[in-house]
T-cell receptor
């Protein structure tokens, strides 16, 4: 069965630290890849997405993600986090562009001021 | 542009009672989704509509859950009767092409 794995359920960092959140998926075909973020008390919103082309994707608020097809990975990165990045981050995969989104369990990120 | 609207935001009911959630998608979005999100997990698709047609309801527990999308715009998700295990956040999303936009969700607590 298709699945998405996010390696860390909780991550705690200090401000200005670098961030990398892991995401791996199990599907051998074509995929569209997404990272969504949910800030405290707010709804899920799109952070960035990859459909094709340059595997390094830049999103909002200084986030980027790199698609490595050989590793079935789509890790999220930010060089220097801020307190306002405290949120829950979800990786999602859309196999074969069929509208179905398969979600990871999410990573709760806490940034210490 | 208004986002996806859901109501109510919170609902507390006793088990065996019925409950309904309402969703108004973004104008012009033909595709509408209902998800259930349990604590510590990602959303799980319950049903997907293309206009007024339910095109994927394979994950909807049809013995107690029902949904409708009359006129291809607003949608209602109903649970009758509710069970303790139905406590979760119920999310509505709508999409245009490949990006899904989410509402704030309804947090259901079944006592």
């Amino acid at each position: 069965a298709q699945s998405v794995s996010q390696h860390n359920h909780h991550v705690i960092l200090s401000e200005a630290a670098s961030l990398e959140l892991g995401c791996n998926y199990s599907y051998g075909g074509t995929v569209n890849l997404f990272w969504y973020v949910q800030y405290p008390g707010q709804h899920l919103q799109l952070l960035l997405k990859y459909f094709s082309g340059d595997p390094l994707v830049k999103g909002i608020k200084g986030f980027e993600a790199e698609f490595i097809k050989s590793k079935f990975s789509f890790n999220l990165r930010k060089p220097s986090v801020q307190w306002s990045d405290t949120a829950e981050y979800f990786c999602a995969v859309n196999p074969d562009s069929n509208y179905q989104l398969i979600w990871g369990a999410g990573t709760k990120l806490i940034i210490k001021p | 542009e208004a986002g996806v609207v859901q109501s109510p935001r919170y609902k507390i009911i006793e088990k065996k009672q019925p409950v309904a959630f309402w969703c108004n998608p973004i104008s012009g979005h033909n595709t509408l989704y209902w998800y259930r999100q349990n604590l510590g997990q990602g959303p799980e698709l319950l049903i997907r509509y293309e206009n007024e047609e339910a095109v994927d309801d394979s994950q909807l527990p049809k013995d107690r859950f029902s949904a409708e999308r009359l006129k291809g715009v607003d949608s209602t998700l109903k649970i009758q009767p509710a069970e303790l295990g139905d406590s979760a956040v119920y999310l509505c999303a709508s999409s245009f092409e490949d990006e899904q936009f989410f509402g704030p969700g309804t947090r259901l607590t079944v006592l």
